[in-house]
Structure formats: C-alpha cells, structure tokens
C-alpha cells in the first residue's frame, strides 16, 4: 500500500507560480507512476499530469501544458508539479495519485493523496 502526502498550496495571485510536492511512503515508489489531477467546486476532477515511473514518459493536460512541469525524485519518494503562469481558473484542489501503469485517467489510479489548495486571485 502507498500513503500519499501533497504539500505547496496556497494563495497566489495570476501569473505568479507555486510548487507542488507529493511524498509518498514506502519503499517501492519507483514502481509506481504518478498522476496530477484537480478538482474545482461544481466540478469533476480532471487530469493535469503524468509521469511514468522511470520518468520517460510524461503527459500533460492541453490547459496546462506549457505551464506546468511534473518531475520526480525516486531516491526522494516524491513527485513534483511546478506550476508557472498561474491562471484564475487553475484554482482547485490539487491531488496526487500512484497507478503501476501510466495513465491519464483517474479511474486507473489506486492510491490518492489528501488534496491541497490552490487559489489563484485575479
């Protein structure tokens, strides 16, 4: 089992940037890709990133590609989303989530972090 912790929200104004961490628990977090996702009130959650788990493959939403960056540190457990460009519309709760298979879809996934907030004022 994979325990999933997301740090770095906050509240930022447009065009400014945020980092967001993921760390997870255990000692097989190199099987495992990771996805990004966010879900904003009134709304379903949705794909922002992936990064499969030797860090070759990667994928982006259209809405945030060319903005945002998903990397990961194995030796670390820890997935990263650097989010530059910041838009109103990126505001929701950002979550992490570990799958053994790449995917985009967060029907794929098993394990799923606690979410943190970001808020980006206009």
């Known amino acids: 089992q994979v325990q999933l912790l997301e740090s770095g929200g906050g509240l930022v104004q447009a065009g400014g940037s945020l980092?967001?961490?993921c760390a997870a628990s255990?000692?097989?977090?190199?099987?495992y890709a990771m996805g990004w996702?966010?879900?904003?009130?009134?709304?379903?959650?949705?794909?922002?990133?992936?990064?499969?788990?030797?860090?070759?493959?990667?994928?982006?939403?259209?809405?945030?590609?060319?903005?945002?960056?998903?990397?990961?540190d194995n030796a670390k457990n820890t997935v990263f989303l650097q989010m530059n460009s910041l838009k109103p519309e990126d505001t929701a709760a950002y979550y992490c989530a570990s799958n053994l298979a790449y995917s985009s879809s967060?029907?794929?996934?098993?394990y799923w972090g606690q979410g943190t907030q970001v808020t980006v004022s206009s």
Do not use: C, H, M
């Not at 009130?41 to 939403?61: D, H, L, Q």
């Open 19 to 21: 980092r967001l961490s």
């Open 26 to 31: 255990g000692r097989t977090f190199s099987r």
């Open 37 to 72: 996702f966010r879900q904003a009130p009134g709304k379903e959650r949705e794909f922002v990133a992936a990064i499969s788990r030797n860090g070759i493959t990667i994928g982006y939403a259209d809405s945030v590609k060319g903005r945002f960056t998903v990397s990961r």
């Open 106 to 110: 967060a029907a794929s996934y098993d």
